[in-house]
């Protein structure tokens, strides 16, 4: 039977508004309505023609419901910059995430969530206090989406027509995901991730968009990344930009969030933060990162694949058990699917469950 929600999502996701997708399927604006409202169950030959312009395959609208996320509960950075088309192609991008998540939570056992619920601190508290909590200390942290997957946080990539949305984050039945842009640099990824993380243990249940939600997510991403103690132990001497790139790879941070961060502090002045950052920009700094660092991509999904590659399975397998495309399976998970198994679309699977060994991660501050 037809899926009417899957209707919605698959248009979402290509970003297209319900006039387009009729112009594609020359369906009547009353008639597309009617389809994603659950009211007619369109022909055989107009599921074909909804496939094709949606470029999913046609099982896609004939599987279990799928919801997509609800915006007022999602955080966007630049919620008011980015369109409406935008926005609901990265939802519809979350809610296939979500179907794979649980494709994978019954396969195999993930971490479990322990983020705390910290809606009652400031920023700085909060990074203090989640740091203690994980039991961080001081040290830098060496791997930020290893981290979050650790606790619990599931991991996913945007694909490249989500490029206008750099990251965020939800909560759906008491597990948190955070999805990152990977076309930024690494070091903005970073502080991406922490910033997300920020939202999750600090805003849950708040209605995106707030300046002031923003401003604190971003105030502590940087104190979470950057510990005060240890920024302070650190940076000593003239706060030159050829320290700034030197001193950056303790933390592995843009050197205008180090600079921020240092400012913020109290290490330098208005006027040196002001000199600081007239310096970055004439680098070009702002644009392309010195000295940069690896992309951070996904242990948990990585540990998938290669469990599921063992098992001869590949991606067509994966991507046809959902009714996906390689190519939207692909855009979720880092570019780490199994590139070279291809193995046998349609074919059963017989892959790991979730009575199986538990998935082991590294902490990303190890």
């Not at 945007?158 to 995901?177: E, T």
């Amino acid at each position: 039977m037809f899926n009417s929600s899957r209707l919605t999502v698959a248009r979402k996701r290509r970003g297209l508004t319900k006039k387009q997708l009729c112009e594609a399927t020359e369906v009547a604006p009353r008639t597309m309505t009617a389809y994603e409202a659950g009211e007619r169950e369109p022909s055989d030959s107009v599921i074909d023609s909804l496939a094709a312009a949606l470029k999913f395959p046609k099982g896609f609208f004939l599987a279990d419901d799928l919801e997509l996320p609800d915006a007022r509960y999602s955080t966007f950075r630049a919620y008011s910059t980015i369109t409406a088309g935008q926005r609901d192609a990265a939802l519809g991008a979350g809610a296939i995430a979500m179907e794979l998540n649980r494709w994978i939570a019954e396969r195999f056992s993930l971490p479990s969530n322990d983020l705390p619920d910290l809606t009652q601190h400031d920023p700085e508290t909060a990074a203090i206090a989640l740091r203690a909590t994980w039991q961080l200390g001081q040290r830098p942290v060496r791997n930020m989406v290893h981290l979050l997957e650790a606790h619990g946080v599931r991991v996913f990539s945007l694909s490249l027509d989500c490029d206008a949305v750099d990251a965020f984050s939800l909560w759906r039945d008491g597990v948190p995901f955070v999805f990152l842009n990977t076309r930024k640099s690494a070091e903005r990824g970073r502080m991406d991730a922490a910033h997300e993380l920020g939202h999750l243990v600090m805003h849950r249940g708040s209605e995106p968009g707030s300046k002031v939600l923003e401003d604190e997510a971003k105030r502590f991403a940087a104190a979470f990344l950057m510990p005060k103690e240890s920024v302070e132990a650190a940076v000593t001497g003239l706060v030159t930009l050829s320290n700034l790139i030197s001193w950056k790879r303790t933390w592995n941070v843009a050197v205008s969030a180090l600079a921020h961060r240092i400012h913020d502090i109290g290490i330098i002045n208005d006027w040196q933060y002001r000199l600081l950052c007239m310096h970055i920009g004439q680098a070009g700094y702002r644009r392309d990162e010195p000295d940069p660092i690896p992309r951070e991509t996904s242990q948990v999904l990585e540990k998938v694949f290669q469990a599921l590659r063992s098992e001869g399975i590949g991606k067509r397998d994966v991507a046809s058990q959902l009714d996906l495309e390689p190519e939207d399976l692909e855009s979720l998970v880092f570019g780490l699917v199994m590139l070279h198994l291809e193995g046998n679309a349609g074919a059963p699977l017989t892959g790991p469950r979730s009575s199986g060994p538990e998935l082991k991660l590294v902490s990303g501050s190890e």
